[in-house]
């Protein structure tokens, strides 16, 4: 296990370097939150146990268990959908032979999803098992696939469960300190040293948490340009037209845009702008405007 842990380790910091930079970042305000020499140990202890989690097998359990994802059940489910799967898969596997294995998985909720998670799972939700066409199924696999075979997931459990630990336990932590702190200032400074002394952390939070949202939006647009580049796996494996004709779909149950601090921190592209690129690449035509635009 610590063999792939370890070949997962370079990979993803060949295709992923951002994510590294802004980690260590974040690890940096982090332990400087805590404090002293202890909180750079303590923020290394807690950042080191995060990312075994990520990066061994129980942080893609940890997410089908959090997603409620279950294996493929009933003969109904088996006999529909494990043909299209293999068929997407011994494609993919053909075009790229070190893709490892992946299990196709079901979420039950009545939402039009698909996710891929970690290094081997691929989940779809009942609802839009019921919506997509088999061809369309097809075609949302083969985008899943591309994700698990470019590292994305590993990058969006990086993300999820590696900084999000983190951030938790630095959160609590970080709380507690500063309520001892603000009591042990209450009795035994002047009253002026003690509003200068909370004014000056609270400048310095704000300052922190505000680079973290702009490491976050960093992050985002990474998320984006992986979803333009998973479609373009589809395409390239057959499936860029049904591809399509899918995100019309989802275009149509879109409930209306978000608010801008959304848009900036939204894992996905707009929905048009993917169909604007899948339509030039059917057409053959170059990409006309932003690409990355916004969801």
Known sequence: MFVTMK????????????????????????SRMLGGAEGFIIAA?????????????LGEKLIRAIERVRKIE???????????????????????????????CIIDKMTVNACAIGKSTVAVTKEAIDTFSADELKSIIAHEIAHILYGDTIASLYTTVGNGLF???????????????????LYNRPGSERLFIIV?????????????????????IGSRKNEFRADRYAFELGYGQ?????????????????????AMTASHPRITARIEQLENMLERKPMQGNPWALN
């Open 7 to 30: 070949d997962d380790l370079i990979k993803f910091s060949k295709t992923h370097p951002l994510y590294y930079v802004c980690s260590f970042i974040y690890y940096i305000m982090a």
């Open 45 to 57: 202890i807690f950042y080191a146990i995060s990312l075994f989690i990520v990066f061994s097998p």
């Open 74 to 104: 009933t003969q109904q489910e088996k006999e529909y959908l494990l043909p299209l799967f293999d068929e997407v898969y011994k494609q993919a596997k053909q075009r790229n032979p070190e893709l490892g294995k992946i299990e196709l």
């Open 167 to 185: 951030a938790f336990f630095v959160i609590i932590l970080r709380t507690f300190l500063a309520v001892f702190d603000f009591v042990q200032a």
């Open 200 to 220: 000056i952390r609270f400048i310095v939070d704000c300052m922190i948490f505000s680079l973290m949202f702009l490491m976050k939006v960093a992050i985002s």
């Open 242 to 262: 049904k591809l399509k004709e899918t995100l019309y779909i989802l275009e149509k149950l879109k409930l209306g845009d978000g608010t801008v601090i959304q």
